[in-house]
């Protein structure tokens, strides 16, 4: 993207732009960024780090997770979202830098948050895994309450399931024993027939 003949490029310019190559608005939002851009030529937001200020320095390590996922923008979605979304530092300065009132806690399903505190613990160290910790205490509490919850009802569904698989198989095989029933007599009324043509036959050659 070149964007040199806009050198007096605004602070609400850069945000956009920061914006565009991740959205910290939610997780989603954050999957759904530009993952192709991976170059950007204006003089305030240069490739040296060094220069850069706060959004360019964002801007910036956006562009290098697309550069480093070229053939894969899921993958680089994925990056995003670890290196921002699950560190605390990076995710407040981006929802300040955003305006932004947003917990990426509430993202997630309460089922699959402790592996998701296992890869902030993996990736970011014990110190964020300490504050995600107590950022979803009460959460992952109730998670292992719902947990428990679910189980219960599915083994009470599938309880339900096998009585009903049980009374369709008694049915099943009633059905199965009126069948030959059935079956029987017709052979029997095809028998009984077939000697009713044979008397017939006899009584017409006696006369």
């Not at 993207?1 to 490029?9: A, F, K, M, S, T």
């Not at 990076?90 to 592996?115: M, N, W, Y």
């Not at 910790?133 to 009470?156: D, G, H, P, V, W």
Request: net charge negative; with cysteine; aromatic share 4%.
């Amino acid at each position: 993207l070149n964007l040199l003949e806009n050198d007096d490029i605004s602070t609400e310019g850069q945000i956009k732009l920061l914006k565009l190559v991740n959205d910290i608005s939610s997780i989603e939002a954050t999957l759904q960024s530009n993952h192709t851009l991976k170059n950007v030529y204006v003089d305030r937001i240069t490739p040296s780090v060094l220069e850069l200020g706060e959004i360019g320095t964002h801007i910036f390590l956006a562009i290098m997770i697309n550069e480093g996922h070229v053939s894969d923008q899921e993958a680089a979605g994925r990056e995003k979202c670890i290196q921002t979304q699950l560190n605390s530092e990076t995710k407040a300065q981006l929802c300040r830098l955003q305006g932004v009132d947003h917990s990426v806690f509430s993202d997630i399903d309460p089922l699959h948050l402790p592996e998701v505190l296992s890869l902030i613990g993996g990736r970011h160290g014990c110190e964020e895994l300490y504050l995600a910790l107590k950022a979803s205490i009460m959460t992952l509490f109730s998670t292992m309450n719902r947990e428990r919850c679910i189980q219960l009802r599915r083994e009470y569904h599938a309880a339900i399931a096998a009585r009903h698989r049980a009374i369709a198989a008694e049915h099943e095989t009633k059905v199965e024993e009126l069948d030959n029933e059935l079956a029987t007599i017709k052979e029997e009324a095809a028998v009984r027939s077939q000697d009713n043509v044979y008397s017939q036959s006899n009584k017409r050659r006696r006369t």
